[in-house]
C-alpha cells in the first residue's frame, strides 16, 4: 500500500469528480470529504469539493475548471470511472496530480454505444437522453497524450462496465494498484484512502468509518 507522503509538497485541496450518471452524494464522494476532514491542514480540515456534474461532458468539464480555480494551483484531482476522464484533461491541461478510480478510456467511442438511451441520475431525479453532442463533446476533450507521473491508478479487476485492460494500458507508466476482484464502483475505496491522499503529499492515519462519512455529509 502506498501510504506515505509523496516528496512533493501538500496539496492545499482535493477536487473529486464523480462518474457517469452519478452524483455528489454518491459512497465515494462522502468518503473523500470525510478524509479530507480527518487531514490537518495548516490548522484547518483539507478543503475539499465533490460537486454535482452535468450529465453534458463540456459543460461538466467547465464545472470542475471553474471549481478547481478556486481551490488553486496546489490541488489534488481524484475522478472515478467518467470522473477519471475529467480529472485527466484536467491534470494534462494543469500539470497536476491525479488519483483516477475505473477511469473511462475513450469515452467517446463508449458514449456512442449508448446514444439515443435514456437514463434517469438517482442523486437528482434528472432524466437525460445521450445524443451525438455526448460524443462530440467527450472526442474534443481527450487529450493528445497522458504524462505517467502524474497519475495514481486504482483498478479493478472484475469491473463490470469497463475493461480495466484498456486503462492499465493508456496509464501505462503511472503507479497502480491493483484490487483482484474489484468492481466498477470499487467498493472498498476506504481501504485505499491512505493512498489516495498519499498521492497528494498528505498522512492519513485515521481513515473515516461510516459513521464519519454519514455525519460529514449531514454537515454540508
Known sequence: MLSQPSATSPVDGVLYLHGFNSGSESPKARLMRAACARIDH??????????QLPHHPQAA????????R?????????GSSMGGFLATCLAERFALPAVVINPAVEPARLVDQWQGMAFVNDYTGERFVIEASHRDELKALTPGRLTPQRYLLLLGTADETLDCRDAFQAYAGCRTLILPGGDHGFSRL??????????GGHRLDNVPSAVDEAAVTRSL
Open 42 to 51: 495548516f490548522g484547518r480540515p483539507l478543503a475539499c469539493l465533490t460537486p
Open 70 to 78: 478556486s481551490l488553486g494551483e496546489n490541488t489534488l484531482l481524484v
Open 190 to 199: 476506504r481501504d485505499f484512502l491512505p493512498a489516495v491522499l498519499a498521492h
Open 61 to 68: 468539464y467547465e464545472m470542475a475548471e471553474r471549481l478547481l
